[in-house]
């Protein structure tokens, strides 16, 4: 089984950055595809990244200008970094685990999944 504890969000004035942080604990992940959503009040969840265990990146096409994913596997940790901060990336963001022979864009794809760490962008 994988925990995994996203951290790093919080408040943050329009054109900031944050770069949250995906912990993961259980098992070895370095075979299993990491990969950040987030949720909007009243919106469904909404793919964003995702990298494999070899550090090959997935963006969504909405993400390809301000978000990085990254990971070190020797913390068994994952990173996105969001530039630019509008108030329209206000959400709750996840973090999400799933193994290499399932798509990467598709939540249900996922087996293990954070609780969720909350941006809010707002002047």
């Known amino acids: 089984q994988v925990q995994l504890v996203e951290s790093g969000g919080g408040s943050v004035r329009p054109g900031g950055s944050l770069r949250l942080s995906c912990a993961a604990s259980?098992?070895?992940?370095?075979?299993?595809?990491l990969g950040w959503f987030r949720q909007a009040p009243g919106k469904e969840r909404e793919f964003l990244a995702a990298?494999?265990?070899?550090?090959?990146?997935y963006y969504a096409d909405s993400a390809l200008d301000r978000f990085t994913i990254s990971r070190v596997n020797a913390k068994s940790t994952a990173y996105l970094r969001i530039e630019i901060l509008k108030p329209e990336d206000t959400a709750v963001y996840y973090c999400?685990?799933?193994?290499?022979?399932?798509?990467?864009?598709?939540?249900?794809?996922?087996?293990?999944w954070g609780q969720g760490t909350q941006v809010t962008v707002s002047s």
């Open positions: 999400a685990a799933k193994s290499y022979s399932r798509p990467v864009r598709p939540s249900d794809s996922y087996d293990h």
């Open positions: 990298i494999t265990g070899g550090l090959t990146p």
């Open positions: 259980g098992r070895n992940i370095d075979d299993l595809v």
